[in-house]
Structures are given as C-alpha cells and as structure tokens.
DNA sequence: GTGTACTCGGTGATATGTCAACAGAAGTCC
DNA sequence: GGACTTCTGTTGACATATCACCGAGTACAC
C-alpha cells in the first residue's frame, strides 16, 4: 500500500474543475440535442457511428466497443430505439452467435436533422474555446490517460499490492 | 444560423478521446471504490463535501450546488444514504423550506475509510500521468470552458438565434 | 397587511442503467 | 468427435436518474 498523499488545494481545482466540465457540458449538450431533435444523448450515440459505417449497419459488438457501453445497456437502449423505428435488427451472416444493428430511413432522416445544430453546439462550447495548441496538447494528455487505464481495476496485479 | 463546419478528423480525435477518458476514468474509480469500500460513486461524492463542512452538516441546496446536481436526484440519493444510516436529515432552523443534510458517525466512518484507497487511485488514473505544467494548464482550459457554458442552453438569448 | 412570484425540498411515475443469469454458438485443446 | 472455455446478445429484476408536479415558505412590491 503506497502512502495516499491527500490531494492538495491546486489538484482539487483540477479535480473538481475536470468533473464540472464534463458534468456541465453533457448537460448542456443534452438539453440542446433534446430541445432540437427530439434525439437523446444516447441515442445520437448510437445513430452517429450507424450513419458513418457503410450501408448504416453494424455488428451489435462492434457498436459496443465504438460508445464503450456494457453489452446489456447496448441491448435495452437498441430494444428502446427499434421500438421508436430508428433502427432495426438484423442475423448476422458471419456469425450465428452475433447481430446486427441497420439505420433506417427515419433514424437517418433524424441524425441527419440533429448533427448540424449539434455539432455547432459542441463546437460553441468546447471547441471554440480552445486553441489549436491547446487542443493538441489536450488530446495528447487524455489519450495517455486512456490508454492506462486498466480495463478491469481488480485484475491480478494491480488489485492486491 | 451559423454554417457549421463538420469536425475534422483531428477535432474528432479530440472529442472522442475526451468522453473516453472521462468514461473509462470514472468506471475505473467507481469499480474499485465499491470493491474496496462498499460506497458507490454517488455515495462518496455526498459524503466528501459532508466530510469537509463544518459539524459535517450542509443545508440541503448548498450540497446540491456543490456536486451539481438537480434537487430531486439529490433528494433521492440522500433518502436512500438515509436508509443506510450515512447521513440524516434535520431541520433548517433559519428557512422553514430548507432542510440539513448530517453525517452520521458511520458515514464519517465509511468515507475515512474510503478515501484513502480512492484519492490513490484518482493520483494512479489520472495526476500520476500529467506534469505540474500540464495540470495547469488542464485547469485554465477545464475553467474556462465550464464559465462559458449557459446554465439553461434555451435561454433567451441563446436558444431563438 | 395582501397578492404575486420565486425558492426549496420532496414525491411518484416514468425512463434509463446495472447486475446476474441464461442460451446458443464459436474457439480450443486433447 | 467430445469436453471445456470463451464470446455474444438478450432478458428480467433491481438500482438509479429524470420529469412533472405539489406544498410550504420566503422575498418583494404595493
């Protein structure tokens, strides 16, 4: 067990500020993107990375893996989704065990409607504050943090030391 | 209406990387949070400010503002943390419509606990991979984004334009 | 005072997310 | 082939968050 220093006053403005953009952000994206299309943040989620993959399918894994979400919230939010016939299902050719998720024409119809407000929101209230150096800067610093953390924080060597 | 530029790939880069980090970074605290205290990410960011407040009593609406979250998700969260003998309430002596949010002696027990391994955990996922510099600098974008963004996205200035 | 608008906290219905468990299929090793 | 493990997606029960609303109290103008 290392000695847990306690975070000092400089690193809990960080810390605080750190989750305060990303709480307040969300939230004001969310209401943007609700207000003007109708579109919850989760299912633009999922309706973006369908519209750029080729003919709008996907594989109900690969979905997944590109918004980070656990496999049974992706099931419920897709159930939710076809329901409102944004999307549908489909059996996948490749591999019995797996599905696919298509765009339909009204989910296409309904990203294509939302992205352009939302992306200008995004960029008012992110983007626009920044410099080009400091969004480098930033990518560089998010990506390392990304990419150490561990996918699950109780495997062998990191949860008994 | 603004003609809104699509996000290039180096801004897209950007954005995904900065709601993967903060996705996985939180998923991360919040498994070994649980695991090694039994608190869960809501209880925790109750129980700190409760921790820090004199007496650990905050008037209900003051520890809203401080995790900055709505009233009746703070509300339910207090009156599960209740039932689990965290913390209490009591009256407001100088608002008749306020209320008191009180840690227990077994809160106070539980986050003393719990902090440790947590703020340890916070310097592993995230300080341990930023130089001083680079906190800085995260603080000055981290806060300037958040003082630009609109309490209410539909107000009236924003909102019709 | 009285009327009005606003603040504060809470409630129940609903929406969404998480957890444990399952079934079927695919991969692996012998 | 057979036994075993892993992968994939779904489901239902449960936990948590959001929404619309209410009721009581306060602030303020008059």
Not at 7 to 34: G, N, P
């Given at each position: 067990m290392t000695d847990s220093r306690w975070?000092?006053?400089r690193e809990a403005r960080l810390w605080q500020s750190y989750r305060d953009a990303y709480r307040?952000?969300?939230r004001a994206l969310e209401?943007?993107?609700i207000s003007n299309s109708g579109l919850s943040g989760a299912d633009y989620a999922l309706l973006h990375p369908l519209s750029v993959a080729e003919d709008g399918v996907l594989r109900t894994r690969d979905l997944?893996?590109?918004v980070g979400w656990e496999r049974s919230r992706l099931?419920?939010?897709v159930s939710r989704m076809e329901k409102r016939g944004l999307v549908c299902r489909e059996e996948c050719v490749s591999d019995a065990r797996g599905s696919m998720v298509r765009l339909t024409d009204i989910g296409r119809k309904a990203i294509e409607a939302a992205a352009p407000d939302h992306v200008d929101a995004v960029?008012?209230?992110f983007f626009d504050h920044l410099t080009p150096e400091e969004q480098d800067q930033?990518?560089?610093v998010l990506e390392?943090?990304?990419n150490t953390i561990p996918t699950d924080p109780c495997a062998p060597s990191t949860c008994d030391e």
């Amino acid at each position: 067990m290392t000695d847990s220093r306690w975070l000092d006053a400089r690193e809990a403005r960080l810390w605080q500020s750190y989750r305060d953009a990303y709480r307040e952000l969300m939230r004001a994206l969310e209401t943007r993107l609700i207000s003007n299309s109708g579109l919850s943040g989760a299912d633009y989620a999922l309706l973006h990375p369908l519209s750029v993959a080729e003919d709008g399918v996907l594989r109900t894994r690969d979905l997944g893996k590109s918004v980070g979400w656990e496999r049974s919230r992706l099931s419920h939010q897709v159930s939710r989704m076809e329901k409102r016939g944004l999307v549908c299902r489909e059996e996948c050719v490749s591999d019995a065990r797996g599905s696919m998720v298509r765009l339909t024409d009204i989910g296409r119809k309904a990203i294509e409607a939302a992205a352009p407000d939302h992306v200008d929101a995004v960029r008012t209230y992110f983007f626009d504050h920044l410099t080009p150096e400091e969004q480098d800067q930033l990518t560089t610093v998010l990506e390392r943090i990304v990419n150490t953390i561990p996918t699950d924080p109780c495997a062998p060597s990191t949860c008994d030391e």
